[in-house]
């Protein structure tokens, strides 16, 4: 019984001696330090309309000891895009097409693209009459007809004529841009030859 006792006032005392003698000391110096400058006042963001060359997309970055934002370190379109969307511009026209109608040969559902290809899913006519069909439209080949349905679907394209990025020299060069392979024959070929 004496040894449970002794016991049990020793295991007390090395707890307790073991709590007292942990520092604060930190925890002081980080509450009597002087809190964090606001650095935005200090630089100035451009706005959209004044984005002229890409050297305008850098971005001011963030002052050492701080955590930096998504507009103090975002670069190129993923800036632009930030800048748009603080003055409610939408630069990449993330609507939704027009589900109003079905589109058709002479009268197809525009979709706008900067790339050489632009995918886009019809998900039927009336909305949501099928699960969503992804439809490929290239510069080659534009006009794409959705096989469920029979939505017709024409790529747009607005993006620069000439490619910075293009592979001069290499033996790929076609005067139109584009890839210039045949394209794989459908039963539509076989059937309508005008739905190419």
Known sequence: MFLQRSALSIARRHAVNGIAKRSFTSSFIRRDA?????????????????????????????????????LDQATGLERLE??????????????????????????????????????AGCTGYPADSHTTIWLTMSRDRPVER????????????????????????HGEEHADGAHNYEEPKTFADFVRPEYR
Do not use: W
């Open 34 to 70: 002087d809190p964090p400058k606001d650095h935005t006042s200090d630089t100035k963001v451009k706005k959209f309309e004044e984005i002229q060359t890409e050297s305008d997309l850098l971005p001011p970055g963030a002052p050492a000891g701080t955590v930096p934002t998504d």
């Open 82 to 119: 930030i800048l748009g969307k603080m003055q409610g511009i939408d630069i990449f026209d993330m609507k939704p097409l027009d589900s109003s109608r079905k589109g058709s040969m002479d009268n197809p559902i525009m979709v706008r693209s900067f790339g050489d290809e632009q995918y």
């Open 146 to 169: 959705c096989p469920e349905c029979g939505n017709v679907l024409k790529m747009e394209y607005v993006g620069p004529q000439d490619d910075p990025h293009a592979h001069h020299g």
